[in-house]
């Protein structure tokens, strides 16, 4: 009997792999399709490539905002090309580190549950004193429209495949890939129409940030809020899409391609956790514990986006390697340690959220004060012809420490790390208050957000 079998080699995979190595040789790591991360090959990497070409282009062709007048003559046909060339040498450094791995540990095949203690792959049964769940999450598509659209509807992990970029493109979705998608085919000369259900744009749950976000992403992204598709159909290598206007008027358009980003499955579906406990029919409804990550009382732990609100590949790699811990020492379980939040979406201005969202803090009663700076007029912003977006800190009334922040606005992946850091620490609005501010910097509006609720908590006594 080994004392733990790994099923899923992404981010949370490999790292409780490298850890339980520190501990145990008699492991084994089943893995179901390619030897990378959902990181690397269709997810953080190829997506920030294409970002940053857009980026680059979108800043060249709005240099008037800095006093150039540029005239530009953007030849993207090389665009796809550089991306999947890095995007290939981000995949091939993961399965270097792969191949370098004890061959007798690597299992290819796809694992199922025979029972508590027992995994069929290949054929044969194996036996683990404790399992760490780490299959990851497939993208979730409607089963008709794939019917009738064929290739020509794609998801996050096939768009990186097309040969070069499309002329038009419907996006499905105003979540963060959605709208990081949108924003950069936009940028990049493709015609974009993007279907949102709701109105909300990204991560945001501050409605004075989550207004002025959708404001300035609507100025130049054709998003239909509130509008989703009634009908589309294919016409060789076009889709036709049907849909109603706010103001009840039929409307269509042609695309060359749909990209449904509507979000992920996961696919612990695939392992018959039935077999295991016959309550466990519904993945959604599994009995995983937040903080321990273990399933019910079984020996069986689940990680990375296999099951998880953060998708995100820091808390992935993190939580896949403090679960072992609580896998080796079974039954003795263990909240991890705990990490400090941190969200961000390379949208044009970038989104971010570090420590606790608004939301979360409302939802938990939390009494705190609204600290909030635009950066219409910042200096530093200002000079950079990127003075757009706003960013709110949320303080604790009782101890005056910082509980959040979210923020709309340029480089705030920066700003948020610092944020994120700090609230870790659980420092107090003056001590963040005392650190020095270089002049002129973003890092200014931060201050300027800050003394804005030391006034309210000095008006409120």
């Known amino acids: 009997m080994h004392d733990l079998i790994i099923i899923g080699a992404g981010s949370a995979g ?10 145990t040789h008699n492991i ?25 070409t857009a980026n680059r282009l979108h800043g060249a062709n709005h240099a008037n905002h800095v006093g150039l007048n540029l005239q530009i003559e953007a030849d993207t046909s090389r665009v796809m090309a550089h991306v999947q060339a890095l995007r290939d040498r981000f995949t091939r450094s993961v399965i270097r580190d792969v191949d370098s791995w004890n061959p007798e540990h690597k299992i290819s095949g796809q694992a199922k549950f025979i029972n508590t203690n027992t995994v069929e792959v290949n054929g044969e049964q194996l036996q683990a004193k404790a399992f760490i769940l780490a299959v ?8 008709d429209d794939q019917k009738a659209l ?4 794609i998801s996050t992990d096939d768009i990186f495949e097309l040969p070069d970029l499309p002329k038009r493109l419907a996006v499905i979705g105003s979540g963060a890939i959605a709208i990081e998608l949108s924003q950069a085919m936009h940028n990049l000369g493709v015609e974009v129409t993007t279907f949102a259900r709701s109105r909300k744009v990204g991560i945001l749950s501050s409605k004075n940030l989550q207004e002025i976000a959708q404001a300035h992403i609507s100025q130049n992204l054709n998003i239909l809020f509130e509008t989703l598709p009634t009908s589309m159909s294919r016409d060789g290598d076009q889709v036709t899409i049907e849909y109603q206007d ?9 695309v060359d391609y749909v990209l449904s980003a509507t979000g992920r499955n996961s696919l612990l579906s695939t392992l018959d956790l039935h077999n295991v406990d016959t309550n466990f029919q519904e993945f959604k409804k599994l009995p995983i514990n937040n903080d321990t990550k273990q399933l019910g009382d079984y020996p069986i732990f689940v990680v990375g986006d296999a099951y998880s609100k953060n998708p995100i590949q820091h808390v992935a790699a993190y939580t896949g390697k403090h679960v072992v811990k609580n896998c080796l020492n ?35 009663n939390f009494e705190f004060i609204t600290g909030f700076q635009s950066f219409e007029k910042q200096g530093r912003a200002l000079t ?36 994120s850091w700090m609230i870790a620490e659980q420092v107090t609005l003056e001590d963040i208050l005392d650190r020095p501010y270089y002049h002129p910097t973003l890092e200014e509006g931060i201050r300027s957000a800050l003394k804005h609720a030391r006034r309210q908590l000095r008006e409120n006594g």
């Not at 706010?246 to 042609?254: E, K, R, T």
């Not at 009334?397 to 923020?407: C, I, W």
Request: glycine fraction near 8%; include cysteine; charge should be neutral.
């Open 14 to 23: 490999m790292s409780a792999y490298k850890e339980a190595l520190k501990h």
């Open 28 to 52: 084994r790591l089943i893995n179901d399709g390619a030897w990378d991360t959902t990181c690397a090959r269709v997810g953080c990497m190829p997506s920030k490539i294409l970002i940053s």
């Open 136 to 143: 990851g999450s497939t993208p979730r598509f409607d089963q």
């Open 150 to 153: 064929g290739d020509r509807l």
């Open 246 to 254: 706010q103001n009840g008027q039929s409307q269509s358009i042609q």
């Open 330 to 364: 079974y039954p003795e379980v263990k909240a991890l340690p705990p990490l400090s939040p941190l969200a961000i979406i390379f949208s044009n201005p970038q989104m971010a959220i570090a420590g606790q969202s608004k939301k979360e803090l409302e939802q938990q």
């Open 384 to 419: 950079l012809g990127k003075n757009y977006g706003a960013i709110e800190v949320y303080i604790e009334q009782s101890s005056q420490r910082l509980l959040g922040a979210e923020m709309f606005m340029n480089s705030a992946e920066h700003l948020a790390h610092m944020l």
